[in-house]
DNA sequence: CCGGATCCCGGTCGATACTG
DNA sequence: CAGTATCGACCGGGATCCGG
């Protein structure tokens, strides 16, 4: 009977949302796709390093979590569009947040990075 | 010689470190680290289902990319802390939103899923 | 031709056991 | 306590095939 201690990260569902949004594809996904509709292969070609595949498996978890909406038009070449909905609006705010933050802190990063790998070898 | 495009999404550097601090683990760890200073065994007790080996090879990155500090202890039983470094505390802001959203938003998720569920079913 | 399904392979992840 | 070692299962990437 231990109490319950209920800070956001022992909660096994919190981890489980968390595994869906804090995806490397699906953060690049919804932040490409802000605002405007898009293609399936304008997708692909935007997002630097997505394979076909993955970008198929991205989008159909973003469909089934109700984050993306995925229009198939009946015509000849095939045209699939996606368009966030509301709650992937919502969720790109704080997306947005994430990848304005790996932009303005890369060197910063990257400086750690040095900093790490010249301890290391003094170390030794 | 094509015109290069400057979206922040087709730059891989910003897919690079997208895929270090978008990654389920890590938003976990540096959001439970967030303020204080802890240590392994109380880490793991608190991030709900991540092994230990995760949870060092998530630490080893953090630490590699700036983001925590290590503090080994020579004492026996052995004692090592953990802590956010400035750029750690500084990252942890938009990811405690990206926690905040996971939270606030898990029913409508979920909801979301009923319906695509049910969608398939009723059009088969 | 576009969107995507399938197969194969290599790398990663998790569970368990073991060590300083 | 805080890791490392090991091994099987799973997941992502590339190539190839396919249906409209």
Redesign the pocket.
């Known amino acids: 009977m231990k109490p319950i201690q209920h800070t956001q990260s022992s909660c096994r569902p919190v981890v489980e949302i968390l595994d869906r949004i804090s995806d490397k594809w699906t953060v690049m996904v919804v932040n490409q796709l802000g605002g405007r509709t898009m293609?399936?292969?304008e997708l692909k070609r935007e997002i630097d390093g997505i394979?076909?595949?993955?970008l198929?498996?991205t989008?159909r978890g973003l469909e089934y979590d109700g984050l993306v909406t995925?229009t198939v038009y009946?015509v000849?070449?095939?045209?699939?569009e996606y368009s966030l909905t509301d709650l992937g609006r919502e969720l790109q705010v704080p997306l947005m947040e994430l990848g304005k933050w790996a932009i303005d802190n890369r060197d910063r990063m990257l400086a750690a990075r040095d900093r790490f790998t010249e301890r290391e070898s003094t170390v030794r």
Chains 1, 2 share one sequence.
């Open positions: 293609r399936f292969s394979s076909q595949k993955m198929t498996t989008l995925r009946a000849v070449p095939p045209r699939v």
